[in-house]
């Protein structure tokens, strides 16, 4: 391994599997990316020199901030197959500004979602409607554990999506705008970015539940299926504009129980034509009757009214997944086994409940 890039030692790097610290080399290899709160590198760690453990994408947060704790508290507790792993943890001062930064070392994933989306846009192609159903259903079997454990994401959108395109796996990421929900306390509405968030969240909500990541879930969809953001507001209160065209302006019964007191433009004039399955029809015409039943179940208002993420896994558009176990990986002529989407845990299989045999294959 020749380094081209940083190297120090880091004592107390903690095994989130055993919880064990202890001190480690840190080789940084390459940037992954980086964003409002820090940068994540690929790493790999070792002990003793011989032994080396990785690749890991390390996000490096400035330590200290309520941010970065919580990030931590949650990542420590996620164990699901579609929810990045965090495999070592631990605190470090950067030589170059002297300020502490806490380091996340989770397995590293190949590409985003994102930059899978836009590898076939800029073909002019649009992602295959099996590699939507594939991602899509593991983005739901993803939020049905961390919604049963109360955790909602709050930051869902194409980037914050890990996909490996040649075995189909997806793992949710950056859980740094992540919250566990309590019913009675209020949460900020500022989050989530703009072309992402839910209709709640643009008037103001602070009582919102874990559906606005299934709002999220519905506009990645709608991206794979487009090739583009589904609602692209040039601005936050213009978002709901965008929304309106799709699925015409949001009622009272809405803004009632959102935020009665929202004073913003409701974009009440019709700035559409015909009826709501027209226009999904129209926008999302590739996706198939069953894609466009799905969207139109998970792209509503009313954030009760959303399916939730066992009714989504549970909806016949990803019947094809429970009948056909291959898919053709980007670039490959010859089919692939799909990732293993249905072994439930007991705890997946209490939350899907009577939906349990509707969600797995029937041999
Ligand atoms: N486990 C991983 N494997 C591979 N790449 C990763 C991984 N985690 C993060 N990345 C890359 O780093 C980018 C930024 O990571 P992350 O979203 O967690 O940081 P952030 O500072 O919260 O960013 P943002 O402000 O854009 O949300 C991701 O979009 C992705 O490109």
Redesign the pocket.
Known sequence: MSAKYDQFIANDVTSNRSNVARQMLIKEYKK???????T?V?AYLTPDNHKWYGPF?I?K?PAQTEYKSRELEILRVADHPNV?KLEYFFTHVSPSDNKLYQHLA?????E?L?LEIHRYTSNKFELPLKHVKLYTYQIARGMLYLHALGICHR?IKP??V?VDPNTGVL?I??F?SAKKLEPTQPSISYICSRFYRAPELIVGCTQYTTQIDIWGLGCVMGEMLIGKAVFQGQEPLLQLREISKLLGPPDKKFLFFSNPSYDGPLFSKPLFTGTPAQRFEKHFGNAGPEGIDLLMKVLVYEPESRLSPRRIMAHSFFDDLRKERYFFPRGHTQPKYMPSLFEFSQFELQILGELASQVTPQE
């Open positions: 992954l990316g980086h964003g409002a709160f820090g994540v690929q994408a996000k947060v990045v989770m397995e590293c994933l190949p985003t994102q930051d980037s914050n890990l793992k990421c950056d740094g």
